[in-house]
């Protein structure tokens, strides 16, 4: 079974650049999550999803951060304009139901410059 | 308000030897408490999970842990290490009952010594 996918795995750009990144869940799931990881401060939670509908986004650090789901396979986050210090690798998870265990992605690892 | 406490950074083990992982929570409601794995440059994986019930689970890869209310204690353990073991765990924990956000620990590099 194919697990969830991202795109891309690896993504350097420069400052002041749009980045999107991209997750398809799992098939069937309904609830989705975007998390960011660094060795400052750990996982975070962005946002969750549910039945495509965003239910808690405060974990979005600021405006430059936007998240969509336009259908139940597919889902965006997106920063513009980008700075340094998003540098971080992003993950999406993905769960049947939200109170089940979340299926994680291999990741975007994005550095900024 | 939830939080997870993961005792310990790193851990070093030899290959063979007890792995004891430490995850001491706080949680105003009962819990539901978690373990994932990451290898590197992958996402993470469920080793194991407890909701209700037996307090002793068992997860895959021969790892399990024991809820512990008394001590809000969640320790991760396996009898016999193994160089494939090698990797970072992560305890996490939410509230029981509807959508409750997942608060994961900082994680503890497990290092396993031939």
């Known amino acids: 079974d194919a697990g969830v996918i991202q795109s891309p795995r690896h993504e350097v750009t420069e400052m002041g650049q749009e980045v999107t990144l991209r997750c398809k869940p799992i098939?069937?799931?309904?609830?989705l999550f975007w998390y960011r990881q660094t060795m400052m401060r750990g996982l975070e939670l962005l946002i969750y999803?549910?039945?495509?509908?965003?239910?808690?986004d405060s974990g979005m650090p600021e405006d430059r951060f936007s998240a969509k789901m336009p259908n139940a396979s597919f889902s965006t986050l997106k920063i513009q304009p980008s700075e340094p210090r998003d540098s971080a690798v992003y993950f999406c998870?993905?769960?049947?139901?939200?109170?089940?265990?979340?299926?994680f992605g291999d990741g975007t690892r994005l550095s900024i410059l | 308000a939830q939080s997870v406490t993961q005792l310990g950074s790193h851990v070093s083990v030899s290959e063979g030897a007890l792995v004891l992982l430490r995850c001491n929570y706080s949680?105003?409601?009962?819990?539901?408490l978690f373990w994932y794995v990451q290898y590197p440059n992958q996402g993470l994986q469920l080793l194991l999970k407890?909701?209700?019930?037996?307090?002793l689970v068992k997860g895959i890869n021969g790892f399990e842990a024991e809820f512990k209310k008394s001590e809000t204690s969640f320790h991760l353990t396996k009898p016999s290490a193994h160089m494939s073991d090698a990797a970072e765990y992560f305890c996490a924990v939410r509230n029981s009952g509807g959508y409750q956000k997942v608060t994961f620990g900082t994680g503890t590099k497990l290092q396993v010594i031939p």
């Open positions: 998870a993905s769960s049947p139901t939200e109170n089940q265990p979340q299926h």
């Open positions: 407890y909701t209700t019930g037996a307090t």
């Open positions: 949680s105003s409601v009962p819990p539901y």
């Open positions: 999803f549910n039945n495509n509908v965003p239910i808690d």
């Open positions: 098939s069937g799931h309904n609830s």
